[in-house]
């Protein structure tokens, strides 16, 4: 049981004082800010590892970024940095080192766990799946009749499906468009019919991924998807060996479901499932994009890895957004934080993050066990812009309720068509400006409209933004994209001083739904126990189920 190493949040003294600056800053606008600093747009930026934010439409001076500052290092922030490349076991209610910094560290680095340097593994793991992904993209890999793969259906949930489909999406411009990928996670069956339906099983390869190998959904899935290979293949289990293969820490429970152990792609348990997307649980990814490309993602990673290990608090932009985070979300009360990629390929990037932030920092106890007593984890939500302008946007402009946003942007289209860049980035200019700046009731006058209809038409403005913005979306940059959200995340929690490593809120709702399945298979009524308005609704399922 971890013992209470530092004062707690609220009583730190950088806390107390952040609490006295806000009565001041919560009151200025950010036309004033900008007002009384002509070069605050150019001086409140970071610039590193192929990524620039600026972060100065945020409400904050240079003393906020001071105390926040100072607060991290209060907070012992460097040392839990420095813990989590060390690998020491900082996922305390699991026991687990955190070592997902190991997966993308190059092949001459030194990674000591347990006395083991575990980079040698983690390469060999990526050389083999390197040669699993070359023979399938080439055809090499044929499936039980001979034919080659022209389909790949990666199996798993959460973390073993987010960051395989967020990738996919997003460096679907590099990808083999010969090969069609799909990814099924859910239970509901359509998930899955859906993802064959048009797909013929002598050329499809299922991927089952699953750290524990033990997920309800996964499994369940994974044997569906195992009788709609055997229907058409003549029942033959030697079939499997062709169009199956497993990532996964459990090496029993995938050869228990009839897999060899040569279609095994291990990764380790100090990955945790939603940091596991450049570990095994990324072969699909690396079957669409090809290994070379797999690596700049990996180099991407390791990129602002370094810069989060090693630059300093204050030019730090994986420290600097985690801190903006926490003024937002503990000072001003804020509840979530919208990620607006403008960028169509980074459509699911914002459901990949919410599992990332959410599942890690949704807690609400300290290390220590104690309740924590101030807001943990915000929300994280978002859409692609343009498309999100034109529906909840309204609400972030002109709505009562505060919404710091990041802004995604990319240099260079992927695909030049016309205008449309300079069309896409000038709204994303001007949605930052327009939530900053606003427009007052006076600007809304002189336009002539009418006293009446003036307050509706009015903006408040000093609506909070950060812009991240890079050349081009690239594995690389997506690399460093999410890499950036992670240790965004890792700020977060070391400050919140909370587990940012476990997860055991999903174990409740998982343990009563396998005391509810057999309560809805069993033919004879069972004897409910729940409280009344569970029973009532396993009672009317079971009886619409019947009248069909
Ligand atoms: O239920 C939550 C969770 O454990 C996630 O943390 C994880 O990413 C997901 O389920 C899938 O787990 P697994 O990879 O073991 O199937």
Request: with cysteine; net charge negative.
């Amino acid at each position: 049981m971890p013992t209470a190493r530092i004062a707690p949040l609220t009583a730190r003294k950088a806390w107390r004082a952040l609490l006295d600056h806000h009565k001041t800053v919560s009151r200025v606008h950010l036309k004033k800010l900008f007002e009384d600093d002509a070069a605050r747009g150019e001086r409140m930026t970071v610039e590193a590892a192929g990524l620039f934010l600026d972060y100065s439409k945020n409400r904050i001076t240079g003393e906020t970024l001071d105390l926040l500052v100072q607060l991290a290092e209060e907070s012992e922030l460097r040392k839990r940095i420095d813990a989590m490349f060390a690998g020491e076991k900082i996922n305390v209610t699991e026991d687990r080192a955190v070592l997902h910094t190991a997966l993308r560290s190059p092949k001459d680095a030194s990674i000591l766990f347990n006395g083991e340097n575990v980079v040698p593994r983690v390469h060999a793991v990526l050389d083999k799946m390197a040669g699993f992904a070359n023979r399938v993209r080439t055809g090499e890999w044929k499936g039980y009749t001979g034919k080659r793969i022209l389909n790949v259906i990666n199996v798993g949930i959460g973390g073993s499906d987010l960051g395989p489909v967020m990738a996919y999406e997003a460096l679907k411009y590099y990808s083999d468009r010969s090969i069609t990928f799909r990814f099924v996670s859910n239970i509901d069956g359509s998930d899955f019919s859906e993802a064959v339906r048009d797909l013929n099983p002598c050329e499809t390869l299922f991927i089952v991924s699953s750290k524990t190998f033990t997920t309800l959904e996964t499994m369940t899935n994974a044997h569906a998807a195992r009788d709609w290979l055997l229907a058409a293949l003549g029942r033959d289990l030697n079939a499997v060996g062709k169009h199956f293969v497993a990532v996964s820490t459990n090496r029993a429970k995938v050869s228990d479901f009839g897999m060899d152990s040569e279609n095994i792609f291990e990764f380790r348990d100090w990955v945790g499932g939603r940091y596991s997307m450049d570990s095994a649980i990324g072969l699909s990814t690396m079957i669409a994009i090809g290994p070379d490309n797999f690596r700049a993602m990996l180099d991407g990673f390791h990129e602002m890895d370094e810069h989060f290990r090693t630059a300093p608090f204050e030019k730090n932009i994986p420290v600097v957004m985690g801190l903006l985070a926490i003024w937002y979300n503990n000072f001003f009360g804020a509840q979530t934080v919208a990620v607006l990629p403008y960028e169509q390929y980074l459509k699911r990037f914002p459901a990949y993050l919410q599992q990332l932030t959410m599942e890690s920092n949704g807690k609400r106890v300290t290390l220590e066990g104690n309740e924590a007593g101030y807001d943990t984890g915000p929300i994280y939500w978002g859409e692609p812009g343009t498309n999100g302008q034109h529906s909840f946007y309204q609400l972030i402009h002109q709505g009562t309720r505060l919404i710091p946003c990041d802004f995604i942007a990319f240099a260079s289209p992927l695909n030049p068509l016309g205008r449309h860049h300079d069309i896409l980035m000038a709204n994303l200019f001007a949605q930052t400006e327009a939530l900053a700046f606003g427009k007052t009731a006076e600007e809304v006058k002189a336009d002539g409209v009418e006293d009446w209809l003036a307050p509706h038409r009015v903006f408040e403005g000093n609506r909070p933004s950060n812009t991240i913005f890079a050349q081009r979306l690239t594995p690389e940059t997506l690399g460093k994209l999410v890499a950036l959200y992670e240790h965004s995340v890792f700020t977060q929690g070391a400050i919140w001083d909370i587990d940012s490593f476990d997860q055991w809120g999903v174990e409740l709702g998982k343990a009563l739904a396998q005391r509810i399945i057999p309560e809805l298979e069993n033919t004879a009524e069972p004897g409910l126990s729940h409280d009344s308005s569970t029973n009532n609704l396993i009672r009317r399922y079971r009886m619409m189920k019947e009248a069909l």
